[in-house]
């Protein structure tokens, strides 16, 4: 059995840290897997908690969720599911292109927004864009695909942008008047944008001009936040759902129409169905006081063509939070949370449910992973049974780290065991015992009763892993004492004595043990050294006795795992090698012959292979399996031959009795089960990219050639690339008869000047080819003013950023504004190898306050930013004497807090008793800080305090002035 290290650090103790996640079948998988497919999961444990968004792409092919932990796409017809690593910590939106291209994120990573495109058919990032909100709470777009509406918030303050999709550059920044921006939606002909949320405890409806970024309407204020909103098909009506509130309005004249009645106490989403005949919405009502949740989830539909009525469909969860009708009106699609046990302490695993509609009878129901990103737990690698009918996998939601075991024919959960933050696991050969290592501690389990038969304490910092001996008597368990220094240890499973202490490196780390197949030697490995200059250690030790039988001079520089052949005569050993230089790391792989203590081949890995962290052998022994970074490879275990390899990183590996399933650990935490595929090869004739060079942002066409015709079921071949995803590029596959296939390579993430390698790769054949990518021009992708707004006189700066760095010279960026009272530079340098650039700018004082449009232009690329004058406001009022008696005059003086501007400034007055009058105004000449005005006092009875105020914008000052009777 064997364990992952740091990657980075190449130390720490192994645990496998994952969201809280469950895993229910997925009733829309089938098949087995092809040997030329992607793994695929026929069941899964996902690590996408509280589903806060769902989307269908536009043909159907495709349903997206989006939630804390990450992003899956599902196929519809497979069910076979892709995980996209978003940066986003919280996805909050998830939104397929007119085209179904690109699939738009939005979300946050706790400190700043997150807003991403996404290439569907590749699943590689295209763009990552700077978005000026902190959450994102939703995203849109035009229905021509032209546009793309990002509502979210930035402290107390709402956020709107829209960017264009041709220059993935902003368009606008508008100025809505919600604090939170919670759903968006356009018009069928593109032209306006809707916009719905909260203004406080308040919400409305606000429409805007595409074309222009002005707003066009709003809907009267009402008194609670809007949650959701929806345009019909035709463009007609508009629904709006917020608290309990279900609202019909009639676009073409602006009227409400109707409230749609809902059983929900909370809406959280509301969608129309292709036709516009049906209203969907999602909602969350509270349970009986007496029940020990908090809330359940509701969804319901509403026929607009028969009346306002309502389906409700009961579903058995605190909330549902997102919904979306299939293009084809026939299901609808629900994202929620399934947490039971802890609602208050936030455990919210996701729940991803589709039915049929309008029936709302359930087709599939998907329950997602995850603790709502806060709760992160360990669980072991997995363990199939050895009659391989159940695997140990991770504990369900809630359980803080327990394992469970879980049937391997559907995926369905069996029961859970064990102590909290289990790090290793071990099935006895008989069937009869289970271990497991938490902590320090090992735990042996009755397999029939999951009672726990005998805890030993091993006192030491941690185990990384552990193995039982194949007759059951004897536990190995490796690890770290408090000093980092690593060990291994052999127990009695009858009694829990230490029977033997093994001390193999003496140094660092030990990563795995493991017990030969007949129980006589057991392997220990790990690495000797600090990260960057360590050596890897695998030896052989005698069971009984304890003692070194030899050490293996691996070629590792950190060694992360091993396994014996049935047999025990081979050795399979994982890890990788740290160049001291680079900072870099290359994937290890090697066999070796037990009896001889040679090493029979260091095994040839897939392209770009940074680390191998587990490695598996088949039953029969004919085959080895390696989990990579970027793939899973397969090797002749007699030879080391490699075989081929299949487009999934994973981390853990494990291979049923019958040598017919596959369970893996992939890289965002999942645990997935598929039928074991055959690799099919094809021998590469050719490959090459023509043109040979091209800019960044344009396609070249990248042709491949295998020897003979592709069977029926087409010739997969992948593409990988020495930029990107750990190598991994795309599958391309030439159709069934035909020996080669052209593709577009991508080039828009690369905006500097570099060579791409690239290699095309079938099994142990491939064909590498260069191509370079030469820099665009750099593009100004925003000018911004911080702050937006100041006092006319003051000086102030601004930030332009460009798209690219500049290379290879230094550039001047021109600069200019549209009023004289800004000053600027006429060009503001900006250095090779920076984005960025400061803009000083200069401001004279103004009468009014004044909008100025300050524009930077670099080549044919312009943006610009308004920076907003204001008048100096008043700083202090005067009145000298400030005692009078009734009927006398005094003299008032206004300051300002800087000059006047060239028409001078206006400061408003007003007294607060008849018994002193005030000129409405006063004016502060240009150029000057003071103002003049004359009081005036009636006769008064008895003594009488009166307050004058000055006002300028929103700053006000005031003075008090005593009159006496005279």
């Given at each position: 059995m064997e364990r992952r290290t740091d990657r980075a650090a190449g130390q720490r103790n192994c645990r496998i840290q994952i969201r809280l996640a469950i895993g229910v079948l997925f009733a829309l998988l089938s098949g087995i897997v092809s040997a030329q497919q992607h793994l695929t999961a026929n069941w899964l444990f996902s690590s996408v908690g509280a589903c806060e968004s769902v989307a269908y792409s536009p043909d159907g092919t495709f349903l997206a969720v989006g939630g804390y932990g990450g992003i899956h796409v599902y196929s519809v017809s497979s069910g076979v599911v892709r995980a996209f690593a978003t940066h986003a910590y919280e996805v909050k939106s998830v939104v397929f292109s007119p085209d179904g291209a690109t699939l738009a994120v939005g979300g946050t990573d706790g400190a700043f927004g997150t807003l991403e495109l996404w290439n569907v058919a590749t699943g590689m990032l295209s763009a990552s864009l700077p978005t000026a909100a902190t959450k994102v709470y939703t995203c849109a777009f035009s229905r021509d695909g032209k546009d793309l509406g990002v509502g979210g918030s930035q402290a107390t303050q709402g956020t709107l942008e829209l960017w264009s999709m041709a220059t993935r550059t902003m368009a606008f920044s508008l100025s809505t008047t919600?604090?939170?921006?919670?759903?968006?939606?356009?018009?069928?002909d593109s032209k306006v944008l809707a916009d719905g949320g909260a203004i406080g405890q308040a919400g409305t409806v606000e429409f805007w001009n595409v074309a222009t970024g002005k707003p066009e309407a709003s809907f009267p204020r009402m008194s609670y936040p809007i949650a959701s909103i929806a345009i019909s098909p035709d463009g007609t009506q508009l629904v709006s759902g917020g608290a309990s509130q279900i609202c019909l309005w009639d676009l073409v004249t602006g009227a409400f129409k109707s409230t749609i009645n809902t059983s929900a106490q909370s809406i959280t989403s509301v969608a129309f169905s292709p036709d516009g005949q049906t209203v969907a919405d999602t909602g969350n009502s509270s349970y009986p006081t007496n029940h020990y949740n908090l809330w359940y989830g509701l969804v319901e539909t509403s026929n607009l063509s028969n009346g306002v009525g309502v389906s409700t469909g009961y579903r058995s969860s605190p909330e549902q939070l997102s919904i979306a009708f299939s293009p084809d009106g026939t299901h609808l699609a629900t994202g929620g949370t399934v947490s039971e046990n802890f609602p208050v302490l936030g455990f919210s695993s996701g729940s991803l449910t589709v039915w049929t509609s309008p029936g709302l009878s359930m087709t599939a129901d998907l329950v997602t992973g995850g603790?709502?990103?806060?709760?992160?737990?360990?669980?072991?690698?997995?363990?199939?049974?050895?009659?391989?009918?159940?695997?140990?996998?991770?504990?369900?939601?809630?359980?803080?780290?327990?394992?469970?075991?879980?049937?391997?024919?559907?995926?369905?959960?069996?029961?859970?065991?064990?102590?909290?933050?289990?790090?290793?696991?071990a099935y006895a050969k008989d069937g009869r015992t289970i271990a497991i290592a938490t902590g320090s501690t090992l735990q042996l389990y009755d397999a029939a009763t999951m009672t726990m038969a005998l805890s030993i304490p091993t006192n030491w910092g941690w185990i990384t892993w552990i193995s039982l001996s194949p007759d059951g008597t004897k536990i190995a368990a490796a690890g770290g004492q408090n000093n980092l220094a690593g060990i291994a240890g052999i127990w009695s499973t009858s009694t829990g004595q230490l029977l033997n202490i093994l001390d193999p490196v003496g140094g660092s780390m030990v990563s795995a043990v493991v017990f030969s197949p007949n129980g006589a030697l057991v392997a220990t490995c790990g690495q000797l050294g600090p990260v960057y200059t360590s050596t890897g250690v695998i030896q052989l030790w005698d069971s009984d006795r304890g003692n070194l039988i030899s050490t293996l001079p691996t070629a590792e520089g950190s060694t992360m795992a091993i396994a014996f052949s049935p047999d025990g005569k081979a050795l399979a050993a994982a890890g990788l090698l740290y160049n001291s230089f680079t900072f870099l790391s290359a994937g290890v792989l090697e066999l070796w012959n037990v009896p001889s203590k040679k090493r029979i081949a260091a095994l040839q890995l897939p392209p770009y292979t940074s680390a191998v962290t587990s490695v598996v052998f088949t039953p029969n022994g004919k085959t080895v399996l390696a989990a990579t970074n970027s793939s899973i490879a397969t090797y002749n275990a007699m030879n080391g031959a490699f075989l081929g390899y299949f487009s999934n990183g994973a981390d853990f590996l494990a291979v049923s009795p019958d040598g017919s399933l596959l369970a893996y650990e992939t890289y965002d935490d999942e645990l997935d089960v598929c039928s074991l595929p055959a690799v099919v090869s094809f021998p590469i004739s050719g490959f090459a990219v023509y043109p040979t060079a091209v800019q960044a942002g344009d396609s070249p066409t990248a042709t491949v050639t295998i020897s003979s015709p592709a069977p029926k079921s087409g010739a997969k071949i992948d593409i990988y690339s020495d930029f990107g995803n750990g190598g991994f590029l795309m599958p391309v596959t030439i159709p069934a008869g035909s020996r080669s296939v052209s593709f577009a390579v991508p080039t828009n993430s690369y905006e500097i000047q570099s060579t791409l390698n690239l290699t095309a790769s079938s099994g142990p054949y491939s064909k590498s080819a260069a191509l370079t990518v030469l820099p665009l021009p750099p593009a100004i992708q925003s000018v911004t003013m911080n702050p937006a707004s100041v006092v006319g006189g003051q000086l102030t700066y601004g930030l332009i950023t460009l798209a690219s760095p500049v290379l290879p010279n230094d550039l001047s960026i021109a600069t200019s504004a549209d009023n004289r009272a800004v000053n600027l530079a006429p060009a503001s340098m900006i250095f090779q190898g920076q984005t960025t650039t400061n803009l000083l700018v200069w401001t004279d004082p103004v009468s009014d306050t004044t909008p100025v449009t300050i524009t930077a232009k670099l080549g044919t690329s312009t943006q610009s930013a308004i920076l907003t004058l204001t008048p100096a406001p008043v700083s202090q009022v005067a009145v000298n004497p400030s005692t009078i008696?009734?009927?006398?005059?005094?003299?008032?003086?206004?300051?300002?807090?800087?000059?006047?501007?060239?028409?001078?400034?206006?400061?408003?007055?007003?007294?607060?008793?008849?018994?002193?009058?005030?000129?409405?105004?006063?004016?502060?000449?240009?150029?000057?800080?003071?103002?003049?005005?004359?009081?005036?006092?009636?006769?008064?009875?008895?003594?009488?305090?009166?307050?004058?105020?000055?006002?300028?914008?929103?700053?006000?000052?005031?003075?008090?002035?005593?009159?006496?009777?005279?």
């Open positions: 919600l604090t939170t921006v919670q759903s968006l939606t356009f018009t069928p603790g709502g990103g806060y709760y992160p737990t360990s669980f072991p690698p997995p363990v199939f049974s050895p009659d391989g009918r159940s695997i140990i996998g991770g504990g369900t939601t809630g359980t803080a780290g327990l394992s469970s075991v879980w049937r391997t024919v559907d995926g369905a959960w069996l029961s859970e065991f064990g102590s909290t933050g289990a790090t290793a696991c008696r009734g009927g006398s005059s005094a003299k008032g003086t206004v300051t300002l807090s800087s000059k006047a501007g060239p028409k001078g400034n206006i400061v408003f007055l007003k007294s607060s008793s008849p018994a002193v009058s005030v000129p409405s105004k006063v004016t502060v000449p240009a150029g000057t800080t003071r103002g003049t005005f004359a009081l005036k006092s009636v006769n008064v009875s008895a003594q009488t305090s009166v307050t004058i105020t000055a006002t300028t914008g929103s700053t006000s000052v005031s003075v008090s002035v005593t009159v006496n009777p005279k």
